[in-house]
């Protein structure tokens, strides 16, 4: 039917480009008030039989990515324990779990019993995922009446025992079916190397985080004095299309930092410059530490990164230039240099609180769910990814994570609470130290005396980009910024952007002294970002 009609005249498609918007609103007030009886049918729901020119922009109107997003509505363990929640179209709900052993194994299985009710049309219908650290399935329903989910045979005892005390998570696709198909619409160009893709990363980061992608004059990179760079100074990037482009937009999201990427400067006796960076791709197509020359890491950016980088140099501050160990430095570096990226520790830089960190609707549940569906379909990786850094805040070794799951139970505590604890500089996984790209500058600067005297009460790896850029150690004076820093733009800022088509924005920037224990504690919801002082 569709494709049908998106093979229709011009004349007919133009038509419906006029006519739809008065139509759609008619239907919508006459629906919306007619309370007697259910609507045969929802406006929504017609949007798929639409010629595409005419559904699209107004299904961008109504959902976002973020609605790809499941909403968490309850935990069930037993018939005495009803779960009620509204969903996105039955307006009531209930379950209850029931323990049975029709397949006559040892630890049996067991019925989720889900009643739905109230659907506020004749079409429209819900999509639900259900968990155990065990297993994920899916199911949807379109009748109002009481549904059934079957499981034959618990995994072993542990998840018997999870269930029992914790229950099936039950998780809503708030948006639908029809909403999650135009969610999908508005993510899924995110991580594609084009026009499309980059302009749907620049939408996404002004929708939901308010940034303005001001165009600068061209030309958009800057001739570099290197005489005028030194060891320390900081390096903040921003990519915007592609595979980076697309995670380092989910990234800047959840954490509210207009970078998703970081890297410093180095310069050895002769006076040459380098620059240090975690995760460096490398001939093989791992992502590493390296120190490499400035010249090739400048070229790579210019000529064959087609992430289209937009870069600042944020230089140190003379006074805290002064303090600056470059000896201490390049020991560090050095001894990073060729190790993996620290995918170990990423995820908990941005997970300080137990509610205070996740753009609604995520929350810990659902992060425990994804853990649950990665670590099924790629299990070394979810260990390289969680498994070994929730060892370390258990005090366990090798256990995956259904076990830790279940090792959280007999501590008393829960997987949530287990998620804020910070992590440690000093923790070593058994490919060494963990540092991602932020956590190798700090680390660094911890290193080269920057944190000093309060170094000892500071976990770099809990930083995020954000955190970083808005330390006070750079440059607060534009008059002793290089002369070439800005040269073509006619805004002034107070770093210098030296490649990239849009200006960069760091709210915060250099406005922040460090303290003892910082950033182990701070939430980062979008849009404010609000946090406390001394977080």
């Given at each position: 039917?569709?494709?049908?009609?998106?093979?229709?005249?011009?004349?007919?498609?133009?038509?419906?480009?006029?006519?739809?918007?008065?139509?759609?609103?008619?239907?919508?007030?006459?629906?919306?008030?007619?309370?007697?009886?259910?609507?045969?049918?929802?406006?929504?729901?017609?949007?798929?039989?639409?010629?595409?020119?005419?559904?699209?922009?107004?299904?961008?109107?109504?959902?976002?990515a973020i609605d790809l997003l499941p909403a968490f509505v309850g935990s069930v363990s037993s018939q005495n324990h009803i779960v009620s929640w509204k969903g996105a179209c039955f307006y009531e709900n209930t379950a209850w779990m029931e323990f049975h052993n029709k397949s006559g194994s040892e630890f049996g299985g067991g019925t989720l019993h889900i009643k739905v009710s109230k659907a506020h049309s004749w079409t429209c219908l819900d999509l639900y995922l259900f968990a155990t650290p065990y297993r994920v399935t899916w199911d949807y329903y379109f009748l109002s009446r009481e549904h059934t989910l079957e499981i034959d045979?618990?995994?072993?005892?542990?998840?018997?025992?999870?269930?029992?005390?914790?229950?099936?998570?039950?998780?809503?696709?708030?948006?639908?079916?029809?909403?999650?198909?135009?969610?999908?619409?508005?993510?899924?160009?995110?991580?594609?190397?084009?026009?499309?893709?980059?302009?749907?990363?620049?939408?996404?980061?002004?929708?939901?985080?308010?940034?303005?992608?001001?165009?600068?004059?061209?030309?958009?990179?800057?001739?570099?004095?290197?005489?005028?760079?030194?060891?320390?100074?900081?390096?903040?990037?921003?990519?915007?299309?592609?595979?980076?482009?697309?995670?380092?937009?989910?990234?800047?999201?959840?954490?509210?930092?207009?970078?998703?990427?970081?890297?410093?400067?180095?310069?050895?006796?002769?006076?040459?410059?380098?620059?240090?960076?975690?995760?460096?791709?490398?001939?093989?197509?791992?992502?590493?530490?390296?120190?490499?020359?400035?010249?090739?890491?400048?070229?790579?950016?210019?000529?064959?990164?087609?992430?289209?980088?937009?870069?600042?140099?944020?230089?140190?501050?003379?006074?805290?230039?002064?303090?600056?160990?470059?000896?201490?430095?390049?020991?560090?570096?050095?001894?990073?240099?060729?190790?993996?990226?620290?995918?170990?520790?990423?995820?908990?830089?941005?997970?300080?609180?137990?509610?205070?960190?996740?753009?609604?609707?995520?929350?810990?549940?659902?992060?425990?769910?994804?853990?649950?569906?990665?670590?099924?379909?790629?299990?070394?990786?979810?260990?390289?990814?969680?498994?070994?850094?929730?060892?370390?805040?258990?005090?366990?070794?090798?256990?995956?994570?259904?076990?830790?799951?279940?090792?959280?139970?007999?501590?008393?505590?829960?997987?949530?609470?287990?998620?804020?604890?910070?992590?440690?500089?000093?923790?070593?996984?058994?490919?060494?130290?963990?540092?991602?790209?932020?956590?190798?500058?700090?680390?660094?600067?911890?290193?080269?005396?920057?944190?000093?005297?309060?170094?000892?009460?500071?976990?770099?790896?809990?930083?995020?980009?954000?955190?970083?850029?808005?330390?006070?150690?750079?440059?607060?004076?534009?008059?002793?910024?290089?002369?070439?820093?800005?040269?073509?733009?006619?805004?002034?800022?107070?770093?210098?952007?030296?490649?990239?088509?849009?200006?960069?924005?760091?709210?915060?920037?250099?406005?922040?002294?460090?303290?003892?224990?910082?950033?182990?504690?701070?939430?980062?919801?979008?849009?404010?970002?609000?946090?406390?002082?001394?977080?």
């Amino acid at each position: 039917m569709f494709s049908i009609m998106a093979s229709s005249s011009s004349s007919s498609s133009s038509f419906f480009v006029r006519c739809f918007p008065l139509l759609f609103f008619f239907f919508f007030f006459f629906f919306s008030h007619v309370q007697a009886v259910k609507s045969p049918i929802h406006p929504r729901d017609v949007l798929p039989l639409l010629p595409r020119q005419v559904s699209w922009p107004i299904l961008n109107s109504l959902n976002s990515a973020i609605d790809l997003l499941p909403a968490f509505v309850g935990s069930v363990s037993s018939q005495n324990h009803i779960v009620s929640w509204k969903g996105a179209c039955f307006y009531e709900n209930t379950a209850w779990m029931e323990f049975h052993n029709k397949s006559g194994s040892e630890f049996g299985g067991g019925t989720l019993h889900i009643k739905v009710s109230k659907a506020h049309s004749w079409t429209c219908l819900d999509l639900y995922l259900f968990a155990t650290p065990y297993r994920v399935t899916w199911d949807y329903y379109f009748l109002s009446r009481e549904h059934t989910l079957e499981i034959d045979k618990w995994e072993d005892r542990a998840e018997y025992e999870y269930v029992k005390n914790k229950g099936i998570s039950i998780f809503l696709m708030q948006a639908g079916m029809l909403g999650t198909l135009e969610a999908l619409w508005e993510v899924f160009p995110l991580f594609t190397n084009t026009g499309w893709g980059e302009s749907a990363n620049l939408g996404f980061l002004k929708k939901h985080m308010g940034a303005s992608f001001e165009s600068r004059p061209q030309p958009w990179y800057t001739n570099i004095s290197v005489d005028d760079i030194h060891s320390g100074d900081f390096l903040v990037i921003s990519k915007i299309r592609g595979r980076w482009g697309g995670f380092e937009t989910l990234e800047k999201w959840v954490t509210g930092s207009y970078a998703g990427h970081s890297a410093v400067f180095l310069k050895d006796f002769e006076g040459k410059l380098w620059v240090g960076e975690s995760g460096h791709e490398n001939e093989k197509g791992e992502d590493i530490i390296a120190v490499i020359p400035w010249d090739e890491w400048w070229d790579l950016e210019l000529n064959k990164d087609d992430s289209n980088p937009q870069i600042a140099l944020l230089p140190l501050h003379p006074d805290v230039r002064a303090k600056f160990n470059e000896t201490a430095a390049w020991e560090y570096a050095l001894s990073m240099a060729g190790k993996p990226y620290g995918y170990h520790n990423m995820l908990f830089s941005w997970i300080d609180t137990i509610d205070g960190n996740y753009p609604p609707p995520l929350d810990a549940h659902l992060v425990a769910s994804a853990m649950t569906v990665w670590s099924k379909m790629q299990p070394e990786y979810a260990a390289n990814l969680w498994n070994e850094a929730l060892n370390k805040r258990l005090g366990t070794k090798g256990l995956d994570l259904s076990d830790i799951l279940v090792e959280i139970e007999k501590h008393g505590s829960s997987f949530d609470q287990l998620l804020t604890i910070p992590e440690q500089d000093d923790w070593l996984y058994s490919d060494g130290k963990s540092t991602s790209c932020i956590a190798f500058v700090l680390e660094m600067y911890k290193e080269a005396g920057l944190f000093d005297p309060i170094a000892d009460l500071i976990q770099v790896t809990e930083f995020t980009i954000k955190d970083a850029y808005t330390l006070r150690f750079f440059e607060n004076n534009s008059s002793r910024l290089p002369k070439w820093c800005n040269d073509a733009d006619n805004v002034k800022l107070p770093y210098c952007q030296i490649l990239g088509k849009y200006r960069m924005e760091l709210p915060g920037f250099n406005s922040m002294d460090p303290y003892p224990h910082m950033n182990e504690r701070c939430p980062s919801k979008p849009p404010k970002y609000s946090r406390p002082p001394n977080c």
